[in-house]
């Protein structure tokens, strides 16, 4: 059984920056790619970055702000700079394992998912 695990969610200031790990484990974990989603109270979840074959895609509210990365050990990073209080939210960790278009992923793509973790930028 596949396991998404994230970490490193909590509270900033705007301006800050956090970092998001996540630890995917299980017994197979053939992904196709990889990504993060947000939801925020009373908003629909949104795809905020998806990694395919080394490559990065980016919402356009993240983009320059946000970077993914993923590593050999099968681990996805969401690194979040210059923190706004709009991206507050609950941050989840994702995975596909069917062909993966290019592009950020929405929600309907995605085959695995992590419990989240919780991001909270104050003014």
């Known amino acids: 059984q596949v396991q998404l695990v994230e970490s490193g969610g909590g509270s900033a200031q705007a301006g800050g920056s956090l970092r998001l790990s996540c630890a995917a484990s299980?017994?197979?974990?053939?992904?196709?790619?990889m990504g993060w989603f947000r939801q925020a109270p009373g908003k629909e979840p949104e795809g905020v970055a998806t990694i395919r074959d080394g490559s990065s895609y980016y919402a356009d509210s993240v983009k320059g702000r946000f970077t993914a990365s993923q590593d050999n050990n099968n681990m996805l990073y969401l690194e979040m700079n210059s923190l706004k209080p709009e991206v507050t939210a609950m941050y989840y960790c994702?995975?596909?394992?069917?062909?993966?278009?290019?592009?950020?992923?929405?929600?309907?793509?995605?085959?695995?998912w992590g419990q989240g973790t919780q991001v909270t930028v104050s003014s």
């Open positions: 299980g017994n197979t974990y053939p992904f196709t790619c």
């Open positions: 994702a995975a596909r394992n069917a062909w993966c278009r290019l592009g950020v992923l929405s929600r309907s793509e995605i085959n695995y």
